[in-house]
């Protein structure tokens, strides 16, 4: 795999291989000695023009635990206002000697344009585009829920049958597109709940069922699990609900609805989280959260990904 | 085909066995800029002879909408190079858009586009004023002055901006009807629009692009045509992009409102579809619609609905077009492409036969854009603004088939079917051979002799 760009090309038996590597990344996790030599003399340049700590410290780690020299470039703002074009940006890096640019970047489609314009040799991996994709995400958003799922018999498992309903901001959502793609890819079935102003218009084609209301989509689905999307608190100015109180009480996972879930379904968020807006604390800090494995899968399946695209691995 | 001199010193031109839209095939003489004779075996008389066997005879085709950049954006086009590009895809007149930097807003700026045109020579230019100071949408540009001017505005418009606020939409809409002009809006709700980078639908929602409804375009053309009908005044719709502004034009006319509509040449052809990928060749505003639309568009300029084809031709330098998506610029050049375009969707679908590739492409835009000497269908005494277009060509369109300062053009790499053969500009060839015809310093051509050494 030369580049991870969208979930939406991954096909079932690479989507499941990746999530398998990002299990062996994980059981080399638990031993004394956490690092490995798999990509030693490489270089993985962190290209960030969106600030993201939490995603960069996260891809910071796993490739120094695969023993990358790791450069971290924040080039924040669009590359117009920067002055600098991403080609250029791209092309200084990789004069540097980057063998893997993974770049987070506030337009849709950037990291495509990069991997296919020519410009650089280095693979690319998409840490989160605009309104697009975020890959990774949905991969340990995945592996974590194949392994609530299926625990130690995860490996070479999908999500076939499994419901889940993704809830919250759809639209700006890159977590929900690459959730959306790579759920359904594994099997699983999926339902998009949140307002109508905040669910895409043209999603007639996506392997998708779309609600508004989320306590029927709880009962009519039934889901094994619940994943909350970040909604930020200011599309209440831009008129896509009326404000914050609304949403919470219509589209939040309040302690009421926690409490109307199936015993086995799992609340998941990709963080941060907006506690007491999208979901209630006692949702997120319960047992049946997986927002802390989740920042923990992320190491390991960001592993799994580097390893791949760096090595140009099978997958 | 190359021309053969039947005598010394002439400026005439025998276009020898060429096919008119209506089907006959004749001979067309050319002399002092205007037809001199159209029929059988017409005497060459010392005329330039061109074999024009196999070829089509049209009026030299009129762009109601082009892009020239100057002043201001002379890295992307200028006047001239403009119309050298306008001349390769058989235009013999443009109409400037006013969208430059400094925006042609007065008298002055439109007479420099007008001088710029008339030096450059191988088209005439006409510019268009804006609507409102600097477009930005709040003021009444100079329109008197600039139609009064040496440039005689008469087509006005905002293009690149909607003039949205619908009480100054009225007002230029009665102020024009002053010089008899006609605003040419482009349709676009601001609101509805806000940071919209690609056709509102599957592929937007797909692609994490903020969407372009077709309702902020069908909205505002919906608007415009009633008041259009409540002050008389004409109203015209730039590149109309959508099924449902087809809808509506449609209905307007049939109450008799004075409307007409215009379609790109890639709104005829291509899709949202082609974003897929994130190339920037491919954004443009309006943006490329579905395949509805596209079908819609078609049906709507083959029943008349939409009157014209105009080329939106948006030159744009190279870091434009070459950086992510939503970083780039819109629109796309379309000068060297439109006909073969046109017969591509239009001509080889049995949609339009070449009479109508006449009427859309050049008597039509020149009478709503009021382009004197053009537009004018072949005949004794008509104004020698003549092309020859070879309609069994197909080519694989490449930079080498463009002529302006820059190449970002959908269609590379496609193929696409006709050839502009030569291209005849006040009586003289501006492209002979699908090549340009170098000009001297004086703006002649250097194929015509030198006067002064024949005297």
Request: aromatic share 4%; charged share 20%.
């Amino acid at each position: 795999m030369k580049h991870l760009l969208s979930t939406r090309d991954l096909d079932r038996d690479t989507a499941i291989q990746l999530l398998d590597i990002a299990e062996d990344m994980a059981a080399t996790q638990q031993r004394e000695v956490k690092k490995l030599p798999t990509l030693r003399g490489k270089t993985v340049v962190n290209l960030f023009f969106e600030d993201s700590t939490r995603t960069r410290i996260s891809f910071e780690a796993a490739a120094k635990r695969l023993s990358a020299d790791v450069i971290n470039f924040s080039a924040k703002g669009s590359s117009v206002s920067k002055g600098e074009s991403l080609q250029d940006t791209a092309q200084t890096l990789e004069a540097i000697g980057a063998d893997v640019i993974v770049i987070r970047h506030g337009s849709s489609g950037a990291p495509k344009v990069l991997a296919e314009s020519g410009w650089i040799a280095a693979s690319v991996l998409n840490a989160g585009d605009g309104t697009h994709e975020h890959p990774t995400q949905a991969l340990l958003d995945a592996f974590t829920l194949r392994r609530r799922i299926h625990g130690d018999a995860s490996r070479g498992a999908a999500l076939d049958g499994i419901t889940v309903l993704i809830v919250g901001d759809i639209l700006h959502s890159r977590v929900a597109r690459s959730n959306v793609w790579l759920l359904s890819t594994l099997g699983a079935e999926v339902t998009l709940v949140g307002p109508p102003t905040l669910i895409p218009h043209g999603i007639d084609g996506w392997p998708v069922t779309v609600a508004f209301d989320l306590d029927a989509a709880i009962a009519d689905t039934d889901p094994d699990a619940v994943m909350m999307l970040r909604v930020q608190t200011e599309r209440m100015h831009d008129a896509y609900f009326p404000s914050t109180r609304e949403y919470a009480s219509l589209w939040g996972l309040t302690a009421a609805r926690f409490a109307a879930l199936p015993e086995r379904a799992v609340v998941m968020h990709p963080g941060p989280m907006n506690r007491g807006f999208e979901i209630a604390s006692v949702a997120a800090d319960s047992a049946r959260s997986t927002v802390r494995e989740q920042v923990a899968n992320g190491v390991s399946t960001r592993m799994a990904a580097l390893y791949l695209t760096a090595t140009g691995g099978a997958a | 085909m190359s021309p053969t001199s039947a005598g010394n010193g002439t400026t005439a031109y025998l276009l020898a066995g060429a096919r008119l839209s209506d089907g006959r095939t004749v001979d067309i003489r050319l002399e002092s800029g205007v037809v001199t004779a159209v029929g059988d075996r017409v005497d060459a008389g010392g005329a330039t002879r061109i074999d024009a066997d196999g070829l089509i005879a049209l009026p030299g085709l009129v762009d109601l909408h082009t892009h020239l950049r100057e002043p201001g954006g002379e890295g992307a086009e200028t006047v001239l190079s403009g119309s050298r590009a306008a001349a390769v895809g058989g235009f013999t007149a443009v109409n400037a858009m006013a969208n430059t930097t400094p925006v042609a807003d007065t008298a002055s700026i439109v007479e420099q586009v007008q001088a710029l045109g008339d030096a450059a020579g191988y088209v005439t230019v006409r510019p268009i004023g804006a609507v409102t100071k600097g477009l930005a949408g709040t003021q009444l540009a100079d329109i008197g002055g600039m139609a009064r001017s040496k440039a005689r505005v008469r087509v006005f418009s905002d293009d690149g901006s909607c003039v949205a606020d619908p009480l100054l939409m009225r007002r230029a809409l009665e102020y024009i009807r002053t010089f008899d002009g006609v605003l040419a809006q482009h349709a676009q709700e601001p609101r509805l629009t806000e940071g919209a980078q690609l056709n509102e639908g599957p592929m937007s929602a797909e692609l994490g692009l903020a969407g372009w409804p077709a309702v902020a375009e069908e909205t505002i053309i919906a608007r415009d045509v009633l008041l259009a009908q409540h002050t008389g005044a004409r109203l015209h719709v730039c590149h109309l992009s959508t099924a449902g502004s087809v809808e509506v034009i449609r209905w307007a006319k049939a109450r008799g409102i004075r409307v007409t509509a215009e379609v790109t040449p890639h709104h005829l052809l291509l899709t949202d579809r082609l974003a897929a990928g994130y190339d920037a060749r491919f954004k443009v505003n309006p943006p490329l619609r579905s395949d509805a639309d596209v079908e819609a568009v078609r049906a709507g300029l083959a029943d008349g609905t939409i009157d014209i084809v105009a080329t939106d031709h948006a030159p744009h330098g190279h870091d434009a077009k070459h950086c992510e998506w939503s970083a780039a610029a819109n629109g796309m050049v379309g000068l060297e492409s439109a006909l073969s375009v046109v017969q591509e969707a239009m001509v080889e679908t049995g949609l339009l036969v070449w009479a109508d590739v006449e009427r859309v492409l050049s008597v039509a835009p020149a009478r709503i854009g009021g382009v004197e000497g053009h537009g004018q269908p072949i005949a004794v005494g008509s104004a020698a603004e003549i092309i020859l277009i070879d309609p069994s060509a197909r080519r694989d369109f490449g930079i080498a088939d463009l002529a302006g300062k820059s190449v970002n053009s959908p269609y590379l790499g496609r193929s696409l079917p006709g050839a502009v053969v030569a291209t005849f500009h006040l009586g003289a060839p501006t492209v002979l051979n699908g090549h340009i015809v170098e000009r001297g310093p004086l703006g002649r051509s250097s194929l015509e002799p030198n006067a002064t050494a024949h005297a």
